[in-house]
């Protein structure tokens, strides 16, 4: 099978479409043909090093497609369905993949916007379960218009939260067509947030890590009530936490998605494909940071 995989560290000039045995799912997993597969940031954080440091290395951690083998144990889905999910192996970038957790796609979902999902969804819903973002609850989320931030904010309203969101000024009417209250981000935000929060608010997330967590600890009142994904550093530095998937993943948001998408109350991100033979093109786009929405390796 063509699979995406590096042999050295560097720009996206290193990836590679390389010939790979085709995987055989073991117990509980199942084995898609891959028709598409999500980009993430960490996809060229590995590429440059920074991450795993063993070679070569396959990407690709999340994938939807059509299912073609069976592990021992599995009976909710057979070959043939749709299937979206996540891959702990790393390798879904790629003609096959295994999938550890995976649910049917919705039925009004292209194999492409559901691959945009599995990733954003758990690190939102994750999160949201560590900071404590219940029904009755004020929310801000800090880079509320990408793909993270768009999914933390459908599922906290979906769970009654109150949210406000920070993105710029081309976004604001996007984030209230996902439930928010949308203000700007830049110099005065925390005023912009106490106008319409006077007594401020119960809890923040920042999933964009622009060093904004100094003002979040004063509109939320401690350290405790703030928590980041996107800013390591920051949360060292001002005693946040960070949220990590080695402490626990939110798995369930993959079952609970597809209601939610076919009544309407979770918009799926923009997506913009590239053929899985640019995936180089596609690294570059990501990393360029003007692209709204998700990319997406499209296979096939």
Same mark, same amino acid.
């Given at each position: ?6 042999s050295?560290?560097g720009?996206?000039?290193v990836l590679?479409?390389?010939?790979l ?8 997993q199942?084995?898609i043909?891959?028709?598409?597969a ?9 590429r ?5 440091? *063993? ?7 999340? /994938? #939807?497609? +059509?299912?073609d083998?069976?592990g @021992? =144990? $599995?009976s ?5 369905d ?9 390798a879904?970038?790629a ?9 049917r ?7 492409a916007a ?11 819903a994750?999160?949201?379960?560590q ?8 929310l801000?989320?800090?880079g509320a ?8 904010v459908?599922?906290a309203?979906?769970?009654g939260?109150?949210v406000?969101?920070t993105?710029g ?11 928010? *209250? ?7 935000? /925390? #005023?912009? +947030?106490?106008?319409l929060?006077p @007594? =401020? $608010?119960?809890l ?8 904004v ?11 405790g ?10 949360a060292?530095?001002h ?9 626990g ?10 209601p ?7 918009a799926v ?8 033979a640019?995936?180089a093109?596609a690294?570059r ?14 296979v096939g």
């Amino acid at each position: 099978m063509k699979a995406a995989q590096f042999s050295r560290f560097g720009g996206p000039e290193v990836l590679e479409i390389v010939e790979l045995p085709e995987p055989h799912p073991g117990p509980g997993q199942v084995r898609i043909a891959v028709r598409a597969a999500g980009v993430n940031a960490s996809d060229w954080k590995k590429r440059r090093g920074l991450m795993d440091q *063993e070679l070569p290395q396959t990407l690709g951690h999340e /994938a #939807a497609g +059509v299912v073609d083998a069976l592990g @021992d =144990g $599995v009976s909710d889905v057979s070959v043939g369905d749709r299937v979206v999910g996540l891959s702990g192996a790393g390798a879904a970038q790629a003609e096959s993949a295994l999938l550890d957790h995976y649910v049917r796609v919705p039925p009004s979902l292209d194999f492409a916007a559901a691959a945009a999902l599995p990733t954003a969804l758990e690190t939102a819903a994750r999160a949201l379960d560590q900071v404590g973002a219940e029904a009755g609850r004020t929310l801000l989320v800090n880079g509320a218009s990408g793909t993270i931030g768009s999914a933390a904010v459908q599922l906290a309203v979906a769970r009654g939260v109150r949210v406000i969101g920070t993105a710029g000024p081309a976004n604001q009417d996007h984030l209230r067509s996902l439930g928010a *209250e949308p203000v700007t981000y830049g110099e005065g935000m /925390a #005023a912009r +947030v106490r106008a319409l929060a006077p @007594d =401020g $608010v119960d809890l923040a997330l920042d999933v964009a890590g622009s060093g904004v967590l100094p003002d979040l600890i004063g509109l939320t009142g401690s350290p405790g009530n703030v928590l980041t994904v996107a800013d390591v550093a920051g949360a060292r530095e001002h005693g946040v936490r960070f949220s990590r998937g080695d402490s626990g993943r939110a798995l369930y948001v993959l079952d609970e998605i597809g209601p939610l998408v076919e009544a309407g109350r979770f918009a799926v991100p923009a997506v913009r494909t590239f053929p899985l033979a640019d995936i180089a093109a596609a690294h570059r786009a990501g990393e360029e940071g003007r692209t709204r929405g998700k990319l997406v390796l499209v296979v096939g």
